[in-house]
């Protein structure tokens, strides 16, 4: 769930935002474990971008405190109480946030998101995520690994960065 919440935050918050288009989010959520077919429209896309803007306060924040208070007012104001459901027996039981089984796609996002980032904080006592180091980046992506603490999304990013560096250093 927090891949897939990083994957949509990176998605839904874009510097165009008519960006991504329905059928792009549609496609992340079935590669991410959804059940198909799925078929999205804008007004499905729009409260789920909110959600994403929101999500990545809680991703981007530097420290434990700061990802656990925004975390707190994002459960307290977008989320509902605590139930378990298998979905009518179509899966395993587990935990959901939202109101029900027939959430809107933005307030299931909010919801799903939040359990799954209050885990993380809750399991490992820091900041679920971070934003990349990159200037030319900006994706928010997973802490939650062991070893020192990653500043990339990936390792396209770190030697993107590290190239620029030795280029401006011969400079």
């Given at each position: 769930m927090?891949?897939?919440?990083?994957?949509?935050?990176?998605a839904?918050?874009?510097?165009?935002?008519?960006?991504?288009?329905?059928?792009?989010v549609?496609g992340?959520?079935?590669?991410?474990?959804e059940?198909?077919?799925?078929?999205?429209?804008?007004?499905?896309?729009a409260?789920?971008r909110s959600?994403?803007?929101?999500?990545?306060?809680v991703?981007?924040?530097r420290?434990?405190d700061?990802?656990?208070h925004?975390?707190?007012?994002?459960?307290?104001q977008?989320?509902?109480?605590?139930?378990l459901?298998?979905?009518?027996?179509?899966?395993?039981?587990?935990?959901?946030?939202?109101?029900?089984?027939d959430?809107?796609w933005?307030e299931?996002?909010?919801?799903?998101?939040?359990?799954?980032?209050?885990?993380?904080l809750?399991d490992?006592q820091?900041?679920?995520g971070?934003?990349?180091?990159s200037?030319?980046?900006q994706?928010?992506?997973?802490?939650?690994?062991?070893?020192?603490?990653?500043?990339?999304?990936s390792?396209?990013c770190?030697t993107?960065?590290?190239?620029a560096?030795?280029?401006?250093?011969?400079?």
């Amino acid at each position: 769930m927090a891949e897939r919440t990083v994957a949509l935050v990176n998605a839904l918050t874009p510097d165009h935002p008519d960006h991504p288009d329905p059928a792009a989010v549609a496609g992340l959520l079935l590669r991410h474990g959804e059940r198909g077919p799925l078929t999205l429209t804008e007004a499905d896309v729009a409260p789920m971008r909110s959600a994403a803007l929101q999500l990545r306060e809680v991703l981007a924040a530097r420290d434990t405190d700061t990802a656990a208070h925004a975390l707190n007012r994002l459960l307290a104001q977008g989320t509902g109480p605590l139930r378990l459901t298998s979905h009518a027996g179509t899966a395993p039981w587990h935990p959901h946030l939202d109101s029900d089984d027939d959430a809107a796609w933005g307030e299931w996002l909010l919801a799903s998101s939040c359990m799954a980032l209050a885990v993380l904080l809750w399991d490992r006592q820091r900041p679920p995520g971070a934003v990349c180091a990159s200037v030319s980046c900006q994706d928010v992506f997973l802490t939650q690994g062991a070893g020192p603490t990653r500043r990339y999304c990936s390792r396209r990013c770190a030697t993107r960065e590290r190239v620029a560096a030795h280029r401006k250093a011969r400079a």
